[in-house]
């Protein structure tokens, strides 16, 4: 098993915590259009609470170990690496638990160029542990609004882990689909699986509007955050998401290889 101390010096050295790419401009931006209630930065959540700058601030400071001063406003963001293995811990107790009761899970990703391989491993385990791992709605279109605009997305399963993609990209290994913030989705998903009567998940597992679109809606949702992304944490903090590991969702996808090894060894599914 990888060690705790192992794992530090790994997040340090690979900049998934400790000084990270995010900056410090980029979070402040984020926290300022949360607190005006942005969609596009809200991605599914719909806070009880109001949150201002300054709350968004206090709250990733706390979570993530960023600067909880207002006045720092620029150069890098830096992540406790503490809290992102205290965090792991947590999202290894979840797994564990459903995997234990051999429950039903759907994983998805907005990052599937850095972090699909990170949610097919878990899918494979929990898959090999008796879970059934759900691929509701695969083929159906989402309207998603961008940018760019209204862009159609087309949903897919790649070993177990939903993403959407352009409708003309090839569902090819060299291209794993499409970055996206959007709760829509995780809602058409969830929809699709109850109209079709089959089971719904116990458990939730990815990033962005996957993790805040389903645990608005009631489900059990756990995953992966960084710190320009105040919407997990928000929504950990109001009860609305289980766990939420504060860590650079955007490095490179091997460098997440012994976060991998590490949460299945302690959530006993290491094959």
Known sequence: MLSTGALRAHLLAARLAGPVATSREES??????????????????DPEWSWNERDLIGLMADKCGVSGDPRHTSGHDVIDP????????????????????KGAVLLGTGHPHRLLGFYAAIADALS??????????????????????????????????????????KSSGCEPGAHSHSPLPVRTVLAAAAESGGP??????????????????GFEAIGLADTDDPALFV?????????????????????????????????CLSQ
Do not use: K, M
């Open 200 to 217: 719904l998940p116990e458990l939730v597992v990815g990033d962005h509007g996957w993790v805040c679109g389903a645990g608005q809606l």
């Open 235 to 267: 929504g950990e903090a109001e009860g609305a998401v289980s766990v939420v590991v504060p860590l650079d969702d955007a490095v490179r996808s091997d460098y997440y290889l012994p976060l991998t090894r590490y949460v299945l060894n302690r959530a």
């Open 28 to 45: 402040l931006r984020s926290y300022r259009l949360f607190a005006a209630r942005d969609p596009r930065v809200l991605i599914g959540i």
């Open 82 to 101: 503490e809290r992102t293995l205290v965090a792991l811990d947590a999202f290894a107790e979840r797994l564990e638990a459903v995997a234990q009761r």
């Open 128 to 169: 090999a542990a008796g879970c059934t791992v759900l691929t509701p709605a695969h083929g159906r279109c989402v309207d998603i609004t961008t940018r760019f605009g209204l862009r159609t997305y087309n949903l897919d399963y790649v070993r177990g882990v939903a993403l959407v993609r352009e409708p003309d990209a």
